[in-house]
Structures are given as structure tokens and as C-alpha cells.
């Protein structure tokens, strides 16, 4: 999936842990190795966009958009339990 790239991210968007180390890192910094509930990650922060404004009629496309994404891992998040449940 794309080489492992996740595009420009807002806070939030990934697991809590690597969320906290991505966004303390510094532009062209490289995270050391880290561990989520879905295996292990290096986090490498290309640039950092600065913060901006728009209005809803701008947002709209990506509130509804970001509200499907979190969806669909919840519903992957759940998926998993359910297998990880049954293989024991």
C-alpha cells in the first residue's frame, strides 16, 4: 500500500503511541522502532505542514471522508478481536 507512505496526517489519525512519537518528531527525523496493536513501525516525518483554516463548505469533503476512514478501522479493529478471539 503505497510503500508504506500515509500522506500529510492531522493529529489523531494514527494509534495513540504513534501519534504522540510522529508528531514530536522534527522534519526529516526518523522515529526509532515502535509497536503497536498491529506490529512494529518506523516513523519517518518528510516535512510539517503548517496549520490552516477553512471553511465547512471546504471541509465538508474531508470531514465526511475522515468520518468513513474511522469507520472502516473500527470496523477492522473489531474484525481482528473477533479472529484473534476464535484462534484461541
Do not use: N
Not at 516513523?43 to 475522515?66: G, K, M, N, S
Request: aromatic share 6%; charged share 30%; hydrophobic share 40%.
Amino acid at each position: 500500500m503505497e510503500d508504506g507512505r500515509l500522506g500529510t496526517l492531522p493529529r489523531g489519525r494514527l494509534y495513540p503511541e504513534l501519534d504522540a512519537v510522529l508528531f514530536a518528531l522534527d522534519a526529516g527525523q526518523v522515529s526509532g522502532v515502535l509497536e503497536s496493536e498491529v506490529g512494529f513501525h518506523l516513523l519517518w516525518c518528510e516535512c510539517i505542514e503548517p496549520a490552516r483554516t477553512v471553511d465547512l463548505d471546504q471541509a465538508r469533503e474531508q470531514i465526511r471522508t475522515r468520518l468513513e476512514a474511522q469507520r472502516r478501522h473500527d470496523c477492522q479493529k473489531a474484525w481482528i478481536a473477533r479472529l484473534s478471539r476464535t484462534d484461541a
